[in-house]
């Protein structure tokens, strides 16, 4: 059963997989390139927007003010240690 | 994923307060169980605080593919929280991403609603899939592609329901953009889907424990 049944989910899941590859290839090459933004505005018929070009690291960009993020990602870091030390895992 | 990226003032106050509302009675329903049935162990918050700080960090990372996107996690956060904690934690996360900018305030209630069809839907589907298979990355992923694509449909409806203030497409041209923008969307959730399918099953081999405690 065990053998057969990991086959099983495997199986469901690669079709799933390709599925979803194939129709997500299609609708992008119809959309064409653009920011998730521009695409929203692009599917509600609202006007694109120029965006500012912030910061990047090979490619990657973070969304929002990028100072902000590292404070709450540091209280949020902060707030992990406290519940790990007073609760484990 | 299927967060809505709007600009506040898109949808109209009335419904910027009715998503809201809903979010809201949402959030009560889940405070009243954790207070009153639902007695979440410790080990629960911990884990709350984690993927808390995870979703809340990757969710801001736009990714370089396909112009431009990014992960949120929400279905494994609905994996390792349950439905309950998962929606306080999902909460958090959109104020949290309003507040450094990334995503309008009015549309946090929406936000909620979208990323708490998430969650649901891939807790739900988790442990479904325990009876078809015992292969713990295809639980977790096939639980995330149902709930990313319940978070698609989610989005398209509320944005259908609200409608957009000053645009003059009608609701089928809507309907058609809206159904192109979940078909991308779907295909970044295959990312997160397979991430999602090799962290649940790390988790599974060094601490099964975390797992199977919303599986009873």
Redesign the interface.
């Known amino acids: 059963?065990?053998s057969f049944?990991?086959m099983?989910?495997?199986i469901?899941?690669g079709a799933?997989?390709i599925i979803?590859?194939i129709?997500?290839?299609?609708?992008?090459q119809?959309?064409g390139?653009?920011?998730?933004?521009?695409?929203?505005?692009?599917?509600?018929?609202?006007p694109t927007e120029e965006e500012e070009e912030g910061g990047?690291f090979?490619?990657?960009?973070?969304?929002?003010?990028p100072a902000?993020?590292l404070i709450?990602?540091g209280f949020?870091?902060a707030?992990?240690y406290v519940?790990?030390r007073?609760?484990?895992? | 994923m299927a967060h809505i990226h709007l600009e506040d003032g898109s949808f109209s106050l009335f419904w910027v307060m009715a998503w809201w509302i809903v979010a809201l009675c949402i959030i009560g329903i889940a405070l009243f169980f954790l207070r009153s049935k639902y007695k979440p162990d410790p080990q629960k918050i911990t884990i709350a605080a984690f993927v808390t700080a995870a979703a809340f960090a990757i969710f801001q990372v736009q990714i370089p593919i396909a112009g431009g996107v990014h992960l949120n996690l929400t279905p494994l956060i609905g994996i390792l929280t349950g439905p309950v904690i998962g929606t306080l934690v999902i909460f958090i996360v959109n104020i949290f991403s309003a507040a450094i900018g990334h995503g309008g305030w009015g549309l946090i209630g929406a936000n909620v609603l979208v990323n708490f069809a998430e969650v649901l839907v891939a807790w739900f589907v988790f442990r479904g899939m325990k009876q078809i298979t015992t292969d713990l990355f295809s639980q977790a992923g096939v639980a995330t592609f149902a709930g990313l694509f319940a978070g698609n449909l989610m989005m398209m409806v509320i944005i259908l329901t609200s409608g957009i203030q000053g645009v003059h497409q009608t609701t089928d041209q809507i309907l058609a953009g809206l159904s192109l923008l979940a078909a991308v969307n779907m295909g970044i959730a295959a990312i997160e889907a397979v991430l999602t399918g090799f962290m649940v099953a790390y988790i599974g081999k060094v601490k099964p424990g975390i797992l199977e405690g919303d599986r009873k």
């Open positions: 059963m065990s049944g990991e099983k989910g495997r469901i899941f799933i997989l979803v590859v129709v997500s290839f299609a609708a992008y119809m959309t390139h653009m920011s998730i933004e521009d695409r929203y505005n692009t599917a509600v018929g609202l990047t090979l490619g990657f960009s973070v969304e929002g003010n902000l993020y709450v990602l949020f870091c707030g992990c519940a790990y007073y609760f484990a895992v």
